[in-house]
């Protein structure tokens, strides 16, 4: 079936074009991230101690004040990495010019903040204007226990997600395609071996699995994307065996063998390409299992390690929260981890509807 016509079939079904939005709608939001959030900073880890779980729609005051030494960075290393603010944030409650300093007050919930003052010469060459120096800042979803913008670092999670699921889908097609493929076209001894290593790593638990491989590799970012990978690939090697077997008993192929084909280019370029259907039905699923393992190894403190902003950690950091009243600061990225393995799962079983032969044919 052409790809025009697999898009087509997508798009009418209802939940699989709806995963597939909230699926493009996440990927531009982890490519351009710091672009759109509120906090731009490296990691969104401005922290605000004093505005520490503040509730949705919160409001303060700000004074900004320029900082020292800041270097420049290109536009392709903030798009990725961030940017430190030229400005310092500043909450306060008020503030008043008093000759060649300003009076200002610091943000305080309960009782009368600390009075301070600063000279006008900190505001650099452009000096102090109520325009370019006061700022009434939103946090549109609160902020976290250490004052950060929950916004911010709930859609900069977003990068995170997508980059492991992204990583180890990979990872296991790398190792799982041609390892199925030998197994399932050579079979016999070879068969038997690549099955055997197939079964000892199927019967250790996933989870288990991911956390040894992490221990040996160390707490990080990049080794939560080695170790989910090296976990994903024995399902991939199952199928694509399972396939090949089937396949490989039709006539095209034996009609190549007759010819004198080599073994690797019956399989990459006659068996292959015919078993990818179901290949791609199950990395769909495998990209949701990733964000799940992701999340989970955050939320147990050996995936992706702070400040980074992952939603499982974010999870973990609030979820005493829950028996109160700021239970949003857990529930908030526990139904972004929802929505997005809702979304692939929904464009896994829509492809699965119309990448099938059977109902193609009815």
Known sequence: ???????????????????MIIILLAFFVSVFAYLIIPDSSPNANEMQLSLAGKKPGFEVEMLKLPKANIEEVGFFYSLFLGENTKLKN???????????????????????GLEKQLDLEKFGENGF?????????????????????????????????FSVGFVSVLISLFIGIPLGAIAG??????????????????????????????????????????????TMWVEVARVVRGQILSAKEKEYIKAAEVLGFSDLRIIFKHLLPNVLAPVIVISAANFAAAILIESGLSF?????????PSWGSMIKDHYAYLI???????????????????????????????????????
Request: glycine share 10%; no cysteine.
């Open 300 to 308: 147990l403190g050996i995936g992706a390690q702070a400040p980074i």
């Open 90 to 112: 500043i909450p306060i409650n008020s503030f008043e010019r008093i000759g060649n300093t300003i009076s200002y007050v610091e943000y305080s919930e309960i009782g009368k």
């Open 185 to 230: 076209y050579y079979g016999g001894t070879v068969d038997k071996i690549v099955m055997w290593f197939i079964n000892v790593v199927w019967s250790i638990p996933t989870l288990l699995l991911v956390i040894a491989i992490t221990l040996v590799l160390g707490k990080g970012f990049w080794q939560v994307f080695i170790a989910v990978g090296f």
């Open 1 to 19: 079936m052409s790809q025009k016509k697999v898009f087509k079939k997508i798009i009418r079904d209802p939940l699989g074009a709806g995963g």
């Open 324 to 362: 109160v009243d700021k239970a949003y600061l857990a529930i908030t990225p526990g139904i972004a981890i929802m929505l997005l393995v809702l979304a692939f799962m929904m464009l896994g079983n829509s492809l699965r509807d119309a990448l099938d032969v059977r109902q193609n044919k009815a």
């Open 129 to 161: 204007s109520e325009e370019n120096n006061i700022e009434t800042k939103v946090y549109h979803l609160g902020t976290d226990k250490y004052g950060r913008d929950l916004l911010s670092r709930l859609l900069l999670g977003t990068r995170i997600s």
